[in-house]
DNA sequence: GTTCATTTGTTAGAGCTTGTAACTATAGCG
DNA sequence: CGCTATAGTTACAAGCTCTAACAAATGAAC
């Protein structure tokens, strides 16, 4: 039996390996909110959670899958807010402003877990592994679902624009790149909306 | 006297230490595009070069310099070819088109390099130190000229707005996020390009 | 041409990391 | 109550960055 997922889920066992699971998790991330997933260090999870460094390897194989378990995570999390931020019972166009400005509030609020999403801290390059693609589905659906409300047809092509260009604002705004020239991200991104549902309703209706 | 700045540059013992950072760079950009930020290894790279990992100490403070460094190369090259791509005979729409190209050209030829801009390696958050940022305003530079050609005033926000736009699309693609969703990244940036030029020629006669 | 200081290299080692091996104690389950 | 799986321990290998102390070489000045 894998060393790492043994014992059953419902069990007493199993209940206390999920809780330390879960507090492993956490403490990686404050590390990595902290200081980078260069920062995340294994030894030191094992240090503040006060049992010797080895323990943790009961837990997880090794450093990347708790990694990709924290990218995983993510992905959900991201996902669930995007759909929460489209439940509401708006207006097509509302409703896609309202997932946009929700996915840059999820990235500014912790923008160690969209780096973690976005840029691959792991040596080999499964992070599109299918567990990951599948994650990273979710989110797209989300978009994909707004839109079509907004436009007909099902052309791909402009949710992954529009995501593409949130993603660009996004990701430049968590680098820092804006502060250094003096620039309002949120005005930025508020026109780049603007202008991409002109575009996208405009489209729909050529004159 | 500082120990990684020593000897007269014109010198011959000045001209040997700038061949051997020369050549350790070299080998610390094989490394990236090999195995990413985390495979760059100073003691590896000494063992290439044939000499003692702590020899490499005299020609870089630390493993955080020499990325630094690495940085600012790249910087200076993206700039250089977007300017190469500037240069030619060419109206301003077809201008910006072959800037567009060059800037997506330059990061999949070199994703290692690419993603060394955007996403930092470095412990601290001082990548936007000063000598990055004004390497990095190099680019804009580039870009900022191309478009005011193409619509009147010095706002910069067009510039940016298009700079995030390319730098979305590239990032995705690099990072492999296309290819799991069979698109086609050499078309989304052609709809891109071509969205964004008519959008800024739009504003600039609005019928 | 000889001397001298600077520079470049060396090895040793501290202190960190990931991860394995071997062993012990505990605690749930039948 | 006893057995077995689990969770913890320490010891250790192999790697990393980087410092300290020392030896050799070499450019430059006299």
Redesign the pocket.
């Given at each position: 039996?894998d060393?790492t997922t043994?014992?059953?889920a419902g069990?007493?066992?199993g209940r206390?390996?999920a809780q330390?699971r879960d507090e492993v998790k956490r403490t990686a991330l404050r590390q990595l909110a902290e200081g980078g997933p260069q920062a995340?260090?294994?030894?030191?999870?094992?240090?503040e959670l006060?049992?010797?460094?080895?323990?943790?390897?009961?837990?997880?194989?090794?450093?990347?899958e708790?990694l990709t378990e924290l990218v995983r995570d993510a992905y959900h999390d991201l996902a669930a807010a995007l759909r929460a931020a489209a439940g509401g019972d708006l207006a097509p166009a509302d409703r896609l402003r309202a997932v946009g400005a929700a996915y840059r509030d999820w990235a500014l609020r912790q923008p160690h877990r969209y780096r973690l999403l976005y840029t691959a801290p792991l040596p080999g390059y499964d992070t599109h592994a299918e567990q990951l693609v599948r994650a990273a589905q979710e989110s797209m659906d989300v978009v994909r679902d707004v839109l079509g409300d907004l436009v007909p047809g099902d052309d791909p092509l402009p949710g992954v624009m529009l995501w593409s260009r949130l993603h660009g604002l996004v990701d430049l705004e968590i680098e820092g790149n804006f502060a250094s020239m003096r620039l309002d991200p949120a005005l930025l991104f508020r026109r780049e909306l603007d202008a991409s549902l002109r575009e996208l309703t405009d489209a729909a209706r050529p004159a």
């Open positions: 039996m060393e043994s014992g059953p069990g007493i066992r206390f390996r330390v995340l260090s294994v030894n030191a999870i094992a240090k006060g049992v010797s460094g080895p323990a943790l390897y009961r837990y997880f194989a090794n450093r990347d708790l």
